[in-house]
């Protein structure tokens, strides 16, 4: 069974880049689309960006120009980086694994595997 | 890109039945699925697919899709469901992920 863990420091000063790892554990990081998302202290989910296990990305158009997401297959690891941060950017981040099937000729995607969250918070 | 709206709150009756909705175009494309969290807990995966539920998730909760309107109903709720619960799909093009706003569940 995959499991995921977030990695990285609890506390970033504002204009600094804040960088977290995920590591996948217990299954191959072959075939999922590896999302970061976050959640602001009482507000809902915000998906960050994607890197599919072929390398390709893909990020929220509002966090676009500030996001950069990579993968270290040799050790079962995704990584972030978002750059320029903001208060605003405060909030628990939280890596998952994001599947893709096909069945009956329709397409689901389900984020089937996620990991605990890890809380950043932006201050000076 | 693409949006998918959830009624903010809903409430129901210990033992009834409830219905919640995610309606956006890319549900359409996409069929949603569906994650339940409590408070300080990450999400888990309850629903998927046309109406998959993972191992381990009660029968009690189902799911259907109308056009674009995705639907979760939870028959006979139980104080244990109370939480939050998000929907996600693709946008239409399926290279963004969207999630709904979020719909938070109080079983009285």
């Known amino acids: 069974q995959v499991q995921l863990q977030e990695s990285g420091p609890g506390l970033v000063k504002p204009s600094e880049t804040l960088s977290l790892t995920c590591t996948v554990s217990?299954?191959?990081?072959?075939?999922?689309?590896w999302s970061w998302i976050r959640q602001p202290p009482g507000k809902g989910l915000e998906w960050i960006g994607y890197?599919?296990?072929?390398?390709?990305?893909n990020y929220n158009p509002s966090l676009k120009s500030r996001v950069s997401i990579s993968l270290d297959k040799s050790e079962n690891q995704f990584s972030l980086k978002l750059n320029s941060v903001t208060a605003a950017d405060t909030a628990v981040y939280y890596c998952?694994?994001?599947?893709?099937?096909?069945?009956?000729?329709?397409?689901?995607?389900?984020?089937?595997?996620w990991g605990k969250g890890t809380t950043v918070t932006v201050s000076s | 890109s693409s949006e998918l709206t959830q009624d903010p709150a809903v409430s129901v009756a210990l033992g009834q039945t409830l219905r919640l909705t995610c309606q956006g175009d890319s549900l359409r494309t996409y069929y949603a699925s569906w994650y339940q969290q409590k408070p300080g807990q990450a999400p888990v995966l309850v629903l998927y697919g046309k109406n998959n539920r993972p191992s381990g998730i009660p029968d009690r909760f189902s799911g259907s899709t109308s056009g674009n309107i995705a639907s979760l109903t939870i028959t006979g709720a139980q104080a244990e469901d109370e939480a939050d619960y998000y929907c996600h799909s693709r946008d239409s093009d399926s290279t963004h992920v969207v999630f709904g706003g979020g719909t938070k569940v109080t079983v009285l």
């Open positions: 998952a694994g994001e599947w893709l099937t096909l069945f009956s000729g329709s397409y689901y995607y389900y984020m089937d595997v």
């Open positions: 890197i599919y296990s072929s390398g390709t990305t």
């Open positions: 217990g299954g191959s990081i072959g075939g999922y689309y």
